[in-house]
């Protein structure tokens, strides 16, 4: 099993020189083609195919925060760590209406 911080380190490894010198804005158009390709996927894709284009977006949101320096793994525990963070709960009890 690959942990976030695993993944952000394998990342970074194998791309970050590409992706500094690409830059963010040049990547975040990446990342949104990625999406595209997701939401496309979620119409009407298998899976399998499914499975590939979350990955491939989840991929690109890491390059991005490579090269901005965030480290997924605290920024995920400061904002979700404690549960909601609307609520504050575990199990989400906020409003439909509402976004957390």
């Not at 990625?34 to 979620?42: T, V």
């Not at 894709?45 to 990955?55: D, I, P, R, S, V």
Request: charged letters at 25%.
């Amino acid at each position: 099993m690959i942990t976030i911080s695993d993944f952000q380190q394998l990342i970074r490894e194998m791309y970050y020189e590409k992706d500094a010198a690409r830059g963010v804005d040049a990547t975040f158009l990446w990342l949104m083609e990625e999406i595209g390709e997701l939401a496309a996927a979620l119409r009407e894709g298998t899976k399998e195919e499914l499975a590939l284009e979350f990955a491939d977006v989840i991929a690109w949101l890491t390059t991005i925060a490579n090269v901005r320096e965030i480290d997924l793994t605290a920024a995920l525990e400061a904002k979700y760590g404690s549960g909601c963070p609307g609520c504050g709960k575990y199990v989400c009890q906020c409003p439909s209406e509402v976004k957390p």
